[in-house]
Nanobody, 113 residues
């Protein structure tokens, strides 16, 4: 069974940093791009970043220059390094494998002002 398990969320002050991890089971990494999304209560889930199987990356405008996505294929893990965090980055962050379209359970990130 393919699973994605996020970790690394927590409470941080504005301007601080966190690194999220998403560990995958199975062979999902070899055939899927990995994406991070986030969601706040009452809002739709929004895309944050993507990394392809070849290592190409792309970011939503609101995180460009602050967040970095990376992947370690040997560990079947994708990371999201988040720097210069803002209160508006507060959300539950989810990882997703595409096109398999598998989701993790999410990890809460809270940024205090």
């Amino acid at each position: 069974q393919v699973q994605l398990v996020e970790s690394g969320g927590g409470l941080v002050q504005a301007g601080g940093s966190l690194r999220l991890s998403c560990a995958a089971s199975g062979s999902i990494f070899s055939a899927n791009a990995m994406r991070w999304y986030r969601q706040t209560p009452g809002k739709q889930r929004e895309w944050v970043a993507v990394i392809t199987t070849g290592g190409s990356t792309n970011y939503a405008d609101f995180v460009k220059g602050r967040f970095t996505i990376s992947r370690d294929n040997a560990k079947n893990t994708v990371y999201l390094q988040m720097n210069s965090l803002k209160p508006e980055d507060t959300a539950v962050y989810y990882c997703n494998a595409w096109p398999r379209n598998v989701w993790g359970q999410g990890t809460q990130v809270t940024v205090s002002s």
